[in-house]
């Protein structure tokens, strides 16, 4: 009798790790790490398994405009999944510059065969912003089709949209100041599907991860914020996570890179840092296998998970000090101790975007003062 094998997109999640050798122990110490990088409670791991044994694997679709492929760099070094569990065994990622075997003409037909076959289902992943429609759209194309136009054909049989990074989810660097492409970002061009933003420059590995994570396992996508982020990476500030946050409450700043501060690992919200207007997951889920982050190299947050973070002044200026009478502010707030001074890091929020409008952009010059 003829044995007919099942369509490998038919197969569920716990299937095809059977079929890797991976045990039901095994499987379930994966959903507990899903649980965790979601930040569900454990009484959830059950619920997560049942949906990921049912799950299919979602046909993915990456287009990669005005970018410098950091955000593929990125993914390619997350940890739990790693990207070898990511494409094998929890999407079909069908179309993607940078990883893909196929280039050319056999590229773009998989690109258009996979849009076909999964017309209304796949889930379209965006990298790099794009010239708007009424810029020159020879700014950017590939295989001579404008970003724009390549954009807005995907998006028709889409069931949702992911920009990964913040020149997706806000025009980062591309349309910064003076915009010379007409660059504008994903959200601004598609109005009638659901789309998340998963930003930073680059975003953090696991996030990006965890939000496909998500679709798979609740057949949804996860709560936003008002920058359509996910809430269960950016519903607190790089400051409320921050280990130098005790320092801050103390009034106790590096005021030099190298000064006895700085070696101390005092707060380095007078070098600049933008931790307390920046959401970000970067200081629970790290870098590199979770081994490091910026600030815990001794470097401010820059605030790239923010929009118009290149345009919003000197990296280096601590712009959330303020310039008038009350600059004993943050002095005082670390006298008073960490309750007033998430007070004293909500109206520095508050006067971070205000400024944001009318500051100029950093030069050359002023970097090298401050290094």
């Known amino acids: 009798m003829r044995v007919f094998e099942k ?17 039901r122990r095994g499987f379930l110490k994966f959903c507990a790490a899903t649980a965790s990088m979601m930040a569900l409670p ?38 739990a999944p790693t990207v070898e569990d990511l494409i094998l065994d929890l999407i079909s990622l069908d179309y993607h510059h940078t990883l893909q075997a196929a280039a050319g003409e056999a590229a773009e037909a998989a690109r258009e065969q996979a849009m076909r076959d999964n017309h209304g289902n796949y889930l379209l992943i965006v990298d790099g912003s794009l010239p708007g429609p009424d810029a020159n759209p020879g700014y950017s194309t590939i295989a001579g089709v404008s970003n724009y136009a390549m954009l807005m054909e995907a998006v028709e049989g889409a069931a949702a949209v992911i920009a990964v990074g913040t020149c997706a989810a806000f025009g980062g660097l591309p349309a910064a100041a003076p915009n010379p492409t007409g660059a504008v970002s994903v959200m601004d061009l598609v109005k009638d599907r659901p789309v998340v933003n998963v930003s930073g420059c680059p975003p953090v590995p696991m996030v990006i991860t965890g939000v496909l994570a998500h679709f798979l396992t609740f057949g949804r996508l996860p709560e936003l914020d008002e920058y359509h982020r996910p809430l269960a990476f ?26 006895a501060g700085a070696r101390a690992g005092w707060c380095l919200y007078r070098l600049g840092c933008k931790g307390p207007s920046t959401y970000n997951a970067c200081a629970t889920m790290r870098w590199n296998s979770g081994t490091s982050w910026p600030i815990e190299a001794g470097h401010p947050c820059l605030g790239c998970a923010e929009p118009r973070f290149w345009d919003a002044g000197g990296f280096y200026v601590p712009l959330s000090v303020p310039t008038g009478p009350a600059q004993d502010y943050l002095l005082a707030a670390g006298a008073l101790g960490a309750v007033v001074g998430g007070v004293v890091a909500t109206s520095a929020r508050g006067r971070v975007k205000a400024e944001a409008a009318v500051r100029q952009p950093v030069t050359v010059e002023e970097l090298e003062q401050k290094l």
């Not at 369509?7 to 045990?23: D, F, T």
């Not at 500030?237 to 801050?248: K, Q, T």
């Open 7 to 23: 369509n490998p997109l038919e197969k569920g999640l716990a299937e095809r790790l059977r079929e890797h050798g991976v045990s």
């Open 42 to 79: 454990p009484a959830m791991i059950p619920a997560i398994a049942a949906a990921l044994e049912r799950a299919r694997r979602p046909s993915v679709i990456w287009l990669s405009f005005q970018e410098c492929t950091g955000c593929t760099e990125s993914l390619t070094r997350s940890h």
């Open 234 to 259: 950016f519903g607190q500030s790089i400051h409320d996570r921050c280990y130098r946050r005790p320092f801050y409450d103390k009034g106790l700043f590096a005021e030099t890179f190298d000064d």
